[in-house]
């Protein structure tokens, strides 16, 4: 059974950084596509970053020099880290996985989100005054 456990979400002021960890078991798959999304309040899930299992990467553009998606193998676990947090970045965010690593070619990942296999359940991030 394949979960997803995300962890490192938390207040920040603005401007401030923080390292989101999902933490992966059950995974027997060589070929991936993994991706952090994120849903602010009242809003619609939007896709943030993604990597593959040939290590391509992707970002959406409001985070592209800011967020840094990487992974570590060896300890099956994804992070994202978020520098430069603005007023625009609290939100629930979580991170997903699929078998087809074609899933995070071009924007497809982002427009057919709902299509992942795996999702964990979040973990908050919000900006303090």
């Known amino acids: 059974q394949v979960q997803l456990v995300e962890s490192g979400g938390g207040s920040v002021q603005a401007g401030g950084s923080l390292r989101l960890s999902c933490a992966v078991s059950g995974y027997t798959y060589s070929s991936y596509c993994m991706a952090w999304f994120r849903q602010p309040p009242g809003k619609e899930r939007e896709g943030v970053a993604a990597?593959?299992?040939?290590?391509?990467?992707s970002y959406t553009a409001s985070v592209k020099g800011r967020f840094t998606i990487s992974q570590d193998n060896a300890k099956n676990t994804l992070y994202l880290q978020m520098d430069s947090l603005e007023p625009e970045d609290p939100a629930m965010y979580y991170c997903a996985a699929d078998r087809r690593r074609g899933y995070c070619s071009g924007g497809y990942w982002r427009d057919y989100y709902t299509g992942m296999d795996y999702w964990g359940k979040g973990t908050l991030v919000t900006i303090s005054s």
């Open positions: 990597i593959d299992s040939d290590g391509h990467i």
